[in-house]
């Protein structure tokens, strides 16, 4: 930290959205544009898709395994998700909060609500939403890695998890994903910005007077 900035405390950005309203695609962007947030990166039980890397994507884990991370009280959140579980291992969430960084959660509604339970203050949340239904269809289509059932099956549970949005503090229409990922960098610049948030402040104006 160089003298002038002002420490922070590191705040929880959550992107929820149904899949294929492009949230992935804004996260990794966000991430390579700011080196201030880091990803969280998800336990589950899914099996990988072919390009998808374990320790990047996802930590890919067995059933067993994701029931031990539950006894261990190690996760912060947990949902299943098309039969699927998926869950934030807390250790490297507080460890990055720690140093001041911020951090990306990927996440769906059910595990946005545990989380408000516990770090309220630290959460920010935006829901994304696709442009049309139309648009939603094409892009689940396109991605074309699961199997077409599953596909179908994300179709009709899009319309359940597009009825959380009014749980969440921000909510952008994902037309192009260059002017969505400018709103969600406006959003974390105003959050990172609230006075709260700077816990280094008063030392700070402390240092501005000029009779210390
Ligand atoms: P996918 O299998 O397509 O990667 O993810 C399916 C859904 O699970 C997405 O809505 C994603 O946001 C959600 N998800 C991924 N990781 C987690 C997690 O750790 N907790 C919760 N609650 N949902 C997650």
Redesign the pocket.
Known sequence: MTQTEIARRGLMLV?????GAG??TLSQKLLLSDNQIVM?I???T?PP?PKEVDGR??QFVSEGDFDRLLQENA?L???T??G?R???PKEPVNAALKKGCDVL????????Q?LAESARDDLVKVFVLPPTWNELEVRLRARAQDLDDVVKS?MSKAID?MSHWAEYDYVIVNRDIEYALSQVISILSAERLKRKRQIGLSDFVKGLSPNR
């Open positions: 992107l929820s959205s149904p899949s949230k992935t969280s998800s336990v589950t899914r898709r994507d996802y996760l959140e947990y949902a998700v098309f699927n998926y869950g934030t959660f990927d996440i769906d509604w059910q595990g946005t545990q994300r998890e």
